[in-house]
């Protein structure tokens, strides 16, 4: 059971350069998140999937697309990465909307 | 409207007390205690629901005031693997899952 996992771990963007970043969980869980994390900020939600097939917008979507196509996985998308996208993002799952959220390893991300 | 959260930053010696503090200026359905250790991923601590229920494990517990939007986490005894930041997140809509974190509180725990 390995929970929620994380790809690449690291990554290094030129500006206007795009990625994918995946996110995968094998706990059957119904809904997804992408968070990104810098200094002093906390942890500020991008885009979340209630389930498969589902995206919506979270607090700071700009820059950002997702895709939720099959349950276990929750794809992040950078069309035109730019340095202030610069930063730690985390996925985490939950079973359902009111269960606690379960947080991947992470992806440091810069862009220069 | 993210919550806030107090203090900032708590140097303690091991085997002392800390209380943090997390404000919200919406009501909140439920309050969500995490603690992230230094280049790790957030790990769950506890769940709080409305009701101003207290809830704890071994020397780590929490109670969630509705009427005032706040909850408090209390490190009992600190040992130095409580180390790191803690982060609450709260839920303000009964109808999503979706999390609002506070900036965090580092807690670092000296011999």
């Known amino acids: 059971n390995a929970g929620v996992t994380q790809t690449p771990k690291f990554r290094v963007l030129k500006t206007g350069q795009s990625m994918t970043l995946l996110c995968a969980q094998d706990?059957?869980?119904?809904?997804m998140y992408w968070y990104r994390q810098d200094p002093g900020m906390g942890l500020r939600l991008i885009h979340y999937?209630?389930?498969?097939?589902?995206?919506a917008k979270g607090e700071v979507p700009d820059g950002y697309n997702v895709s939720r196509l099959k349950k276990q996985n929750f794809l992040l998308g950078l069309e035109s990465a730019a340095p202030s996208q610069t930063s730690v993002y985390f996925c985490?799952?939950?079973?359902?909307?009111?269960?606690?959220?379960?947080f991947g390893p992470g992806t440091r991300l810069t862009v220069l | 409207q993210q919550p806030v959260q107090s203090p900032q930053a708590v140097i303690l010696r091991e085997g002392e007390d800390a209380v943090i503090n997390c404000s919200s200026s919406?009501?909140?359905?439920?309050v969500h205690w995490y603690r992230q250790k230094h280049g790790e991923a957030p790990v769950f601590l506890m769940i709080?629901?409305?009701?101003?229920e207290q809830k704890g494990h071994d020397k780590i517990s929490a109670s969630f005031n509705e009427k005032k939007q706040q909850s408090s986490l209390y490190l009992t005894a600190s040992q130095l693997s409580y180390s790191g930041t803690y982060f609450c997140?709260?839920?303000?809509?009964?109808?999503?899952?979706?999390?609002?974190f506070g900036q965090g509180t580092t807690l670092q725990v000296k011999p």
């Open positions: 706990m059957n869980h119904e809904y």
């Open positions: 999937s209630v389930g498969e097939g589902t995206t």
């Open positions: 709080l629901l409305k009701g101003g």
């Open positions: 919406k009501a909140l359905y439920s």
């Open positions: 997140g709260v839920r303000t809509s009964s109808n999503t899952g979706k999390l609002i």
């Open positions: 985490a799952s939950s079973l359902d909307k009111l269960d606690t959220q379960y």
